[in-house]
T-cell receptor, first 113, second 112 residues
Framework: DAKTTQPTSMDCAEGRAANLPCNHSTISGNEYVYWYRQIHSQGPQYIIHGLKNNETNEMASLIITEDRKSSTLILPHATLRDTAVYYCIVRVAGVYNTDKLIFGTGTRLQVFP | DADVTQTPRNRITKTGKRIMLECSQTKGHDRMYWYRQDPGLGLRLIYYSFDVKDINKGEISDGYSVSRQAQAKFSLSLESAIPNQTALYFC???????????FGQGTRLTVV
């Protein structure tokens, strides 16, 4: 399973873009990049995922480098409610019995007024 | 109603007792997962199941067992609880690796 590396913590001013990096240098061609966040001790919440192309939804944008060895989650206008732990996960596609959804330690994002 | 429901939400039990945590889902997904989370740490995978006949060990399965009673139900058991199993436990379900996983609200278990 590919491993991910994220900074332990980051700060962001409210209203500014939050850019959260993730390194996944051992990612395989059939592995997706997923982002989840966890607010306090709630269940993790899905944000976005992608395979090769950049993706955008109502919550965030995901930028994946051309070699797929790293990615960046962008929250375009961070609010105080975006304060959470953000997890970057790589997830194998399509092979039965190997989709383990392994979490790392994540990045604790603190949004300040 | 929640897509993934965990019961109980909180439980205090004594060392040596058997306890079962239950998870049910209304998403119709085949894949279900059990995780534990210790304070300040990420989620660690205990067991996962891809259908009712499939059970797989995760990163930290020792001291735990699971049962997939139906597509919608996946239970986690601690046969003889010990204090270092005190943690927050999450159940999750997914339709496949190109779809999001849905998590329950967690069960806070304390073993005294």
């Amino acid at each position: 399973d590919a491993k991910t590396t994220q900074p332990t913590s980051m700060d962001c001013a409210e209203g500014r873009a939050a850019n959260l990096p993730c390194n996944h240098s051992t990612i395989s061609g059939n592995e997706y990049v997923y982002w989840y966040r966890q607010i306090h001790s709630q269940g993790p919440q899905y944000i976005i995922h992608g395979l090769k192309n950049n993706e955008t939804n109502e919550m965030a944008s995901l930028i994946i480098t051309e070699d797929r060895k790293s990615s960046t989650l962008i929250l375009p206008h961070a609010t105080l409610r975006d304060t959470a732990v953000y997890y970057c996960i790589v997830r194998v596609a399509g092979v039965y019995n190997t989709d383990k959804l392994i979490f790392g330690t994540g990045t604790r994002l603190q949004v300040f007024p | 109603d929640a897509d993934v429901t965990q019961t109980p939400r909180n439980r205090i039990t004594k060392t040596g007792k058997r306890i079962m945590l239950e998870c049910s889902q209304t998403k119709g997904h085949d894949r279900m997962y059990w995780y534990r989370q210790d304070p300040g740490l990420g989620l660690r995978l205990i067991y996962y199941s891809f259908d009712v006949k499939d059970i797989n060990k995760g990163e930290i399965s020792d001291g735990y067992s699971v049962s997939r009673q139906a597509q919608a139900k996946f239970s986690l058991s601690l046969e003889s609880a010990i204090p270092n199993q005190t943690a927050l436990y999450f159940c999750a379900t997914s339709g496949g690796s190109n779809t999001e996983a849905f998590f329950g609200q967690g069960t806070r278990l304390t073993v005294v």
